[in-house]
């Protein structure tokens, strides 16, 4: 399957330097960032759906059992000087 899509042409020019520069192809290029942000979407959407889970099954904090368990979470620990 063939798709075609336009770039701005500050875009291309990038694309063009890095291509150069990389000595892969546009095309290589492309495909990779593309693959990267499907990657980072659906994991996005996986962190999102666990996040509703949680609060679905009542696994939430409060905004003051939060903001303790916050300051808590620091004592023990030296101060950088």
């Known amino acids: 399957?063939?798709?075609a899509i336009t770039?701005?042409?500050t875009m291309l020019k990038r694309l063009e330097k890095i291509s150069a520069v990389s000595r892969?192809?546009?095309?290589?290029?492309?495909k990779q960032a593309i693959a990267e942000k499907l990657d980072?979407?659906?994991w996005v959407i996986e962190q999102i759906d666990a996040g509703?889970?949680?609060v679905k099954a009542g696994?939430?904090?409060s905004d003051e059992a939060f903001w303790q368990q916050l300051g808590n979470?620091?004592?023990?620990?030296?101060?950088?000087?």
């Open 52 to 54: 509703l889970a949680d």
């Open 24 to 30: 892969r192809t546009t095309g290589v290029i492309v």
């Open 59 to 61: 696994r939430v904090l």
């Open 73 to 81: 979470s620091g004592r023990g620990r030296k101060k950088a000087a």
């Open 40 to 42: 980072y979407e659906e």
């Open 7 to 9: 770039l701005p042409q």
């Open 1 to 3: 399957m063939s798709n």
